[in-house]
Structure formats: C-alpha cells, structure tokens
C-alpha cells in the first residue's frame, strides 16, 4: 500500500468515527463508546467498506438500529 493510500484510509477512518460519534450524540446525548466497543467500531467500518455506500446513510442506519 502506498503512502497515499494509506493516508486515505486513515482519514477514512477518522472521519468515519467522527460522524458515528456525532450521530449518536446527536440520538442518544451520549457518544459512540457509550454504546458499542472499539471492536465493534472497527466492524462497523469494515461494514462500511464493504457495502461501498454513502458514510453518512450508513452511520445514519447504524446509529438507528444499535442505539438503545
């Protein structure tokens, strides 16, 4: 892997949790860890990744079903 990507990937990364912690905030009061594990952040992700769909739509949807 190259520099660039995985630069790429890592700004992913932190984006990624960025939005997942804002949009459980935004639900529930408190942030993502409040909720789910570092392990199922790093699921999450690879979720993500593999579905190939928008970030903020599958935050969006996650948030929706794991937020109790």
Known sequence: ???QNT????ISWTVFIEIL????TA????GVYAHI???D????YQQYLFLNA???KFVHDYVRTHAQ
Do not use: C, L
């Not at 630069?7 to 890592?10: R, Y």
């Not at 912690?21 to 459980?24: I, L, N, R």
């Not at 639900?27 to 408190?30: A, I, R, S, Y």
């Open 7 to 10: 630069n790429t990937v890592d």
């Open 54 to 56: 928008p970030m903020r």
């Open 27 to 30: 639900k529930t009061g408190v």
């Open 37 to 39: 594990t570092p392990i």
């Open 21 to 24: 912690s804002d949009e459980f």
């Open 41 to 44: 952040i790093d699921h999450a």
């Open 1 to 3: 892997m190259t520099a």
